[in-house]
């Protein structure tokens, strides 16, 4: 046999004598060093080639910017896992603590403004819009609500809210709903390759916030324009089934509030920070009850934490000092503390029955809540250990050198063409 060489193998008494029997074998004759040594290279470049494709497709989006998917793992308050999903936010409070982080008016940075019904979202995007001290201050026409809050050297958008950009991925647009739209309506708009985004939202203790939108919609309010848009399509009739017939539902007790069991106002903060594709949408046959509860609270508490702001309403002071020193932009005027709403003294109205089913229906909101109240204190805190200047700054919010305090105007009697109760 060509290029062969019968040799005799002598096997001593080890372990080997169990593999190989004393015998005659025919060895190939062994390849010349230099020939192994480019098998080797070819080798290590494939594998190179092969590590830089694959770190650029699963790298975080902030990282190698390659690709927009990033892989996380989720885990609830008991530690149980859920399933693998990918996020589809911008950067978190976390990432701008860096000392190396600002963000960038001048380039394409973007903050998103996730409103949510009844939070006191309304007055925040007005101060967002008409009281931050800014080189190129948002222009607001006095006949219409909607404002240009455009960049110091160019006519693009920094801001995506109801008062600049309107409610162009919905009404009220939820967590599922924006991440999904943002990046196109903005693109519609002007012709950016790269941008990033910076989540913002406030969150109301859940009874409070819920007699609130029990008063809205008692005196009208439906929100028809939102769209509950999910996965590629529009939630469905049979997945949401209309509370009552007609127009609106002007004029429902709080017991028939109640009762609805398709009422989006239970738990809407946690179904609105929630990833929706994770429980099948509206499909509430998707799964067990339990297991969606707990997968859409998990869920929120992650969205949460992944957003770059979110305050309280019931803080407002400290919600104020923590936006301003996450972003580096101050607000020329002091945001007010009003607890004696509408909601307040429903809530001193209602019997222990009508309070314990309010608790019970709105239980994700409470737990969510309670979790976000714990966060936004931590980082008060923390933020208060670095700030030298902290007695002063804190004293003085809304206090700008130089500055007076904006002129007000009435923004309820503008008109705005996306208006809808």
């Known amino acids: 046999m060509n290029n062969l060489k019968s040799v005799s193998v002598q096997v001593v008494n080890s372990d080997l004598a169990l ?42 989006d902030k990282v190698c910017a390659l690709s927009s998917r990033e892989t996380v793992y989720i885990e609830d308050s008991i530690g149980k896992p859920l399933a693998q999903s990918r996020t589809k936010v911008g950067l978190s409070y976390d990432d701008m603590l860096n000392d190396d982080f600002t963000f960038d008016m001048d380039s394409h940075d973007v903050i998103v403004f996730l409103h949510m019904q009844k939070t006191g979202g309304t007055s925040f995007g007005k101060h967002l819009v008409h009281d931050l001290d800014l080189k190129r201050p948002c222009t607001c026409p006095i006949s219409r609500k909607r404002c240009y809050c455009f960049r110091p050297h160019s006519n693009q958008s920094w801001l995506f809210s109801r008062y600049t950009t309107g409610w162009k991925c919905g009404l009220h647009a939820d967590w599922t709903e924006l991440t999904s739209c943002v990046d196109e309506k903005l693109d519609e708009l002007e012709n950016i390759v790269k941008r990033r985004y910076f989540y913002i939202t406030l969150l109301r203790e859940p009874s409070a916030r819920y007699l609130s939108e029990f008063r809205h919609v008692q005196r009208g309010a439906t929100w028809k324009g939102s769209r509950h848009f999910c996965n590629g399509r529009l939630a469905t009739d049979k997945e949401i089934p209309p509370c009552y017939k007609g127009d609106n539902w002007e004029g429902v007790n709080l017991d028939e509030f109640i009762k609805c069991h398709s009422n989006l106002a239970v738990n809407r903060q946690t179904r609105m920070l929630a990833d929706l594709e994770l429980v099948g949408c509206y499909n509430k046959s998707y799964m067990a009850k339990a297991e969606r509860d707990r997968i859409l609270l998990a869920s929120a508490k992650k969205n949460l934490l992944s957003m770059a702001f979110f305050g309280l309403t019931e803080h407002q002071k400290i919600s104020q000092y923590i936006f301003e020193e996450t972003f580096n932009l101050r607000f020329a005027i002091p945001f007010e503390q009003n607890n004696a709403t509408v909601s ?41 250990s670095r700030d030298a200047d902290f007695e002063q700054r804190f004293k003085n919010l809304g206090v700008v050198s130089g500055k007076q305090s904006p002129t007000e105007f009435d923004w309820d009697k503008l008109e705005d063409p996306t208006e809808s109760p």
């Open 19 to 60: 593999l190989l029997p004393n015998g005659v074998y025919e060895i190939k004759q062994m390849e010349s060093k230099s020939s192994r040594l480019k098998q080797i290279c070819l080798f290590c470049l494939a594998l190179c080639i092969f590590g830089i494709l694959g770190f650029g497709y699963f790298c975080p």
């Open 344 to 384: 307040s003294y429903t809530l001193s109205t209602l019997s222990s029955k009508q309070s314990e089913a309010i608790s019970k229906l709105n239980n994700l909101d409470i737990e969510l809540y309670n979790f976000a109240k714990k966060i936004l204190f931590q980082r008060f805190e923390h933020l208060k």
